[in-house]
């Protein structure tokens, strides 16, 4: 079973309707039990770093979701990826939840609009499980303003757009992807295939 956080940040449903597709068990929860209880975690999210971190510390889960992101695959998706690291500096400066060392800043683009939102292409750069869904040319939904500055050794793909930007960043059970992989049609969908056939490690 596949637990999707409810803490009120976002794609809750389109990912949910992408797990259904795929056949894969999942429940939309607030419960700690179900976070306990499942097998795999995902935290979606859409919206600002700061907003998020505070409706997840709302919700009492914080400690449980530490923990378990270290027991069993986790996948923060969006800003449910940027909440994964240290700190963010999205209308102020916020602790995440510190699970993968970096910060979350302003995209640095070249002068390209912000947000960043459209179709890119992934290059992978430390290859993870879910890199091995991959294929040269696979192009992937983005919709942000914010993206990960963290080492080398966490980024798993990233893209192109006026700068280097981390899109699918790993640590032991761990993952984020910065795009949508619900929205980023076949690519996204046998990634998350691959998330849900993944063991603990």
């Known amino acids: 079973m596949i637990a999707i956080i409810d803490y009120g940040a976002g794609n809750l449903f389109s990912v949910k309707n992408a ?3 795929l056949g894969l068990p999942n429940l939309v929860t607030k419960s700690e039990q179900d976070l306990l209880d499942a097998d795999h975690i995902i935290l979606p999210g859409v919206g600002a770093f700061a907003d998020a971190m505070g409706m997840l510390n709302a919700t ?3 400690d449980t979701i530490k923990a378990q992101a270290h027991k069993k695959p986790f996948l923060g998706i969006c800003v449910g990826m940027q909440l994964l690291f240290e700190t963010g500096y999205e209308f102020g400066v916020t602790k995440g939840l510190g699970l993968i060392p970096g910060e ?26 879910l890199t091995e869904t991959l294929q040269p040319g696979d192009y992937v939904y983005f919709v942000h303003s914010y993206g990960a500055v963290c080492p080398g050794e966490f980024i798993s793909a990233s893209c192109e757009y006026g700068s280097r930007i981390p899109a699918l960043v790993h640590s032991g059970n ?15 969908l046998a990634m998350l295939k691959k ?7």
């Open 19 to 21: 797990l259904d597709f």
């Open 60 to 62: 009492g889960l914080v």
């Open 104 to 129: 979350v800043r302003l995209l640095q683009t070249g002068g390209l609009k912000v947000p960043h939102m459209g179709w890119n292409e992934l290059a992978v750069q430390t290859p993870c499980p």
């Open 174 to 188: 761990l993952y984020g992807a910065q795009f949508h992989p619900e929205k980023s049609g076949r690519v996204g």
């Open 195 to 201: 998330f849900g056939e993944l063991k603990p490690i």
